[in-house]
């Protein structure tokens, strides 16, 4: 039988103001007691399950598991034959849905596996600020984790001497709810402001510069709300619906791309199992190291670009 993982890449961005690398930062975290590592992120249990250093490869990393867990809407247990019960958990036992994961120092990279039931990012990065906060005392601000852009669309980015258009839409599910928006260093305030103001979940923007010709939107403001845009929708996947620009390059030929969302760094890994009804730690995260060697040069010379 065979399934299929799909790993997601992020840099882990730990607040300024904390002097703290992520890898130090998790360790501490794990040599909590299990007790005082599980929090509610989220509305639901989570707590830092395993955390591992590891080498692979000349390369130095931290495996980890991170467990949501269910302690309401549980399923029955139902026979192939007949008969549906009850699962009869103790109260204070719940279902652990597992979501590992691989970080490289080196890059501060962070290899995710997503699923449906696991920890989410929003809900990995929430849990790590309430332990950063009000159980280590470290720092009292956020943790980001902004999506990486393959390099062929960085390098069309790059080649932009000039931007004709940017256009994105965000959207929010609550609009009174944007407390996260707070001390992001965001270029989208302005927006923000605006869907307050008339109650909008929504917004769409096109900035254009017309029919004018040898001219730009300016460039640096654009790369600040290209940023803030990627890291809104690494905190909240979903809230930003697609960024699309078009321009030109030095000798006037179009560059255009369509959504950068999605240009982001995704692995889809083939799983084989056996008889297994879960699955198991360890191939999980073989599949999150096959994932880092398909992607790990292509990293590399990224950050050489930063």
């Given at each position: 039988?065979?399934?299929?993982?799909?790993?997601?890449?992020?840099?882990?961005?730990?607040?300024?103001?904390?002097?703290?690398?992520?890898?130090?930062?998790?360790?501490?975290?794990?040599?909590?007691?299990?007790?005082?590592?599980?929090?509610?992120?989220?509305?639901?249990?989570?707590?830092?399950?395993?955390?591992?250093?590891?080498?692979?490869?000349?390369?130095?990393?931290?495996?980890?598991?991170?467990?949501?867990?269910?302690?309401?809407?549980?399923?029955?247990?139902?026979?192939?034959?007949?008969?549906?019960?009850?699962?009869?958990?103790?109260?204070?036992?719940?279902?652990?849905?597992?979501?590992?994961?691989?970080?490289?120092?080196?890059?501060?990279?962070?290899?995710?596996?997503?699923?449906?039931?696991?920890?989410?990012?929003?809900?990995?990065?929430?849990?790590?600020?309430?332990?950063?906060?009000?159980?280590?005392?470290?720092?009292?601000?956020?943790?980001?984790?902004?999506?990486i852009i393959m390099k062929d669309a960085l390098q069309r980015l790059a080649k932009m001497k000039s931007i004709r258009t940017v256009e994105y839409r965000l959207r929010v599910a609550e609009v009174n709810n944007m407390e996260f928006l707070?001390?992001?260093?965001?270029?989208?305030?302005?927006?923000?402001?605006?869907?307050?103001?008339?109650?909008?979940?929504?917004?769409?923007?096109?900035?254009?510069?017309?029919?004018?010709?040898?001219?730009?939107?300016?460039?640096s403001n654009t790369q600040n709300t290209v940023k803030s845009l990627l890291r809104w929708e690494g905190k909240h996947p979903?809230?930003?619906?697609?960024?699309?620009?078009?321009?030109?390059?030095?000798?006037?030929?179009?560059?255009?791309?369509?959504?950068?969302?999605?240009?982001?760094?995704?692995?889809?890994?083939?799983?084989?199992?056996?008889?297994?009804?879960?699955?198991?730690?360890?191939?999980?995260?073989?599949?999150?190291?096959?994932?880092?060697?398909?992607?790990?040069?292509?990293?590399?010379?990224?950050?050489?670009?930063?």
């Amino acid at each position: 039988m065979t399934k299929v993982a799909k790993i997601d890449f992020y840099t882990v961005e730990m607040p300024e103001n904390s002097n703290l690398h992520f890898e130090d930062f998790l360790k501490q975290v794990h040599a909590l007691p299990e007790n005082d590592r599980t929090k509610t992120a989220n509305g639901t249990p989570v707590r830092l399950h395993r955390l591992v250093e590891i080498e692979n490869l000349g390369n130095k990393f931290l495996e980890g598991e991170i467990v949501r867990i269910r302690m309401s809407g549980l399923p029955s247990i139902a026979g192939l034959q007949s008969g549906v019960e009850d699962l009869n958990l103790p109260m204070n036992k719940g279902l652990g849905e597992q979501t590992a994961f691989l970080y490289h120092p080196a890059t501060k990279t962070l290899l995710f596996h997503a699923t449906q039931v696991g920890v989410s990012i929003p809900s990995f990065l929430r849990y790590f600020e309430i332990l950063g906060d009000s159980v280590l005392n470290l720092f009292q601000a956020q943790i980001f984790a902004d999506p990486i852009i393959m390099k062929d669309a960085l390098q069309r980015l790059a080649k932009m001497k000039s931007i004709r258009t940017v256009e994105y839409r965000l959207r929010v599910a609550e609009v009174n709810n944007m407390e996260f928006l707070e001390d992001q260093g965001l270029s989208v305030k302005q927006e923000i402001d605006l869907m307050n103001k008339y109650k909008a979940p929504s917004i769409d923007l096109r900035l254009s510069i017309g029919h004018l010709k040898n001219d730009s939107l300016d460039t640096s403001n654009t790369q600040n709300t290209v940023k803030s845009l990627l890291r809104w929708e690494g905190k909240h996947p979903g809230d930003v619906a697609r960024i699309r620009l078009s321009g030109a390059d030095e000798d006037n030929e179009a560059i255009h791309i369509k959504n950068l969302l999605k240009e982001t760094m995704r692995e889809t890994i083939t799983l084989q199992l056996g008889q297994e009804r879960n699955i198991p730690y360890a191939i999980r995260c073989d599949a999150l190291r096959r994932a880092w060697q398909r992607r790990q040069d292509e990293i590399f010379s990224l950050k050489e670009l930063n």
